[in-house]
DNA sequence: CGGTAGGTATACAGATCTGTGAAGTCAAGG
DNA sequence: CCTTGACTTCACAGATCTGTATACCTACCG
């Protein structure tokens, strides 16, 4: 595991730039002189604090996928006691975390551009999309769901599909149309009432 | 507009490999000499087929998205007169698409690693998930749907969230249960019924 | 005061990539 | 017969990309 904390200066706003570039213009059309350049720093230091391109590849992915993990964490806690809009916060922060960017989603796009199956940054990716999945799951299985598994896996597929309508559609109501089938598909199931296992729904 | 119909035997070679390893390891990944050399031809007659990579590259979205649009177009046809199922007809031909190929979709994949915006590829690319969305917005207009501009959406959202989970997140079933959940939001919204433009709904 | 951490400056190796130039082969067709 | 189209051979230009080597600077810290 890489720390990606407690970085010295220069690391962090090289980190801080290629995150930028890597997700607005592609991970192989940008040079890692283009980013030591724009971080105001050596491609010397770069390679000091990060090893490889590669190496920087991974930290992108890996703080990324930390700074989503802890939004959503973060909302959930906030959402305590309410089964419904715990399974439905990936849907609420979506405008939010989104923010307009019309490049879709990193690690979608990173995926398409790291298709060897060893690539560590690729494992990244993939435990971060099996992560909402299970999230998902796990959330409607404590609500009660009757088949968590196929909702969890229409719920997943909803969220990401989301994404890259928004992008390559371009279809700016895609986060609140997706929102209010999510909502209908889980409230057809859990029948629009609270949990069902120790608090009584109303 | 290029044609693609009517290639010399190389270019045909040089498109089908090309089309392959675009696919399976990435635009960037893939060299021309690589192309040249797997289709048993010259670099140069690439050159003289296709003038650049890009065009090449741009021909391999072409065929696809001609592929993609002549199949859906085909099974609307032969659903005639069953407006719900007709709607789902990009949901049924999903796995037969994907084929289990792991890689997801290529035109999101190519999406990722064509971030300019003048490129012709990308305008391939937007106008082919655009298609799929007015498709969808058009059948449900006749199936007289009441907000098919959000249902269209919706639609849309599951079945590229379906290829993504199943590419990424490892979901073999996404296909299977995002046609489910098509199926649920569609059937809520037309009663389950048949076409409301001549004969009256229930 | 001396070592270490973080960084600068610069040059360069070595590989790879797109694209071109020039000349030649070979078969089909008018 | 001779032109044209499809393709080969092969060398090479020119750019770019990752990664390294060498030497130096400077602030902080024990």
Same mark, same amino acid.
């Given at each position: 595991?890489?720390?990606?904390?407690?970085?010295?200066?220069?690391?962090?706003?090289?980190?801080?730039?290629?995150? &930028?570039?890597?997700?607005?213009?592609?991970?192989?059309?940008?040079?890692?002189?283009?980013?030591?350049?724009?971080?105001?720093?050596?491609?010397?230091?770069?390679?000091?604090?990060?090893?490889?391109?590669?190496?920087?590849?991974?930290?992108?992915?890996?703080?990324?996928?930390?700074?989503?993990?802890?939004?959503?964490?973060?909302?959930?806690? +906030?959402?305590?006691?309410?089964?419904?809009?715990?399974?439905?916060?990936?849907?609420?922060?979506?405008?939010?975390?989104?923010?307009?960017?019309?490049?879709?989603?990193?690690?979608?796009?990173?995926?398409?551009?790291?298709? &060897?199956?060893?690539?560590?940054?690729?494992?990244?990716?993939?435990? &971060?999309?099996?992560?909402?999945?299970?999230?998902?799951? &796990?959330?409607?299985?404590?609500?009660?769901?009757?088949?968590?598994?196929?909702?969890?896996?229409?719920?997943?597929?909803?969220?990401?599909?989301?994404?890259?309508?928004?992008?390559?559609?371009?279809?700016?109501?895609? +986060? +609140?149309?997706?929102?209010?089938?999510?909502?209908?598909?889980?409230?057809?199931?859990?029948?629009? +009432?609270?949990?069902?296992?120790?608090?009584?729904?109303?």
């Amino acid at each position: 595991m890489t720390t990606n904390d407690q970085l010295t200066p220069g690391a962090r706003r090289i980190l801080d730039v290629a995150s &930028e570039l890597f997700y607005r213009r592609g991970i192989h059309t940008v040079g890692v002189d283009t980013i030591a350049a724009e971080s105001g720093v050596t491609k010397r230091t770069l390679y000091d604090r990060f090893g490889s391109k590669d190496g920087l590849v991974v930290s992108y992915l890996e703080t990324r996928d930390r700074r989503w993990r802890d939004m959503i964490t973060a909302r959930l806690d +906030a959402a305590q006691g309410d089964p419904l809009r715990r399974v439905l916060v990936p849907f609420e922060v979506m405008p939010e975390w989104l923010g307009g960017s019309e490049r879709g989603c990193s690690f979608i796009n990173a995926f398409a551009e790291l298709p &060897e199956p060893e690539h560590e940054g690729r494992k990244i990716i993939v435990a &971060e999309k099996k992560w909402l999945h299970t999230l998902f799951h &796990e959330l409607l299985t404590e609500a009660g769901a009757p088949d968590p598994g196929t909702l969890a896996t229409q719920l997943l597929s909803l969220h990401e599909g989301a994404i890259v309508a928004t992008a390559i559609a371009d279809a700016p109501d895609a +986060a +609140a149309a997706v929102h209010a089938a999510a909502d209908a598909l889980v409230t057809a199931v859990l029948g629009g +009432a609270g949990p069902s296992s120790a608090t009584g729904p109303t």
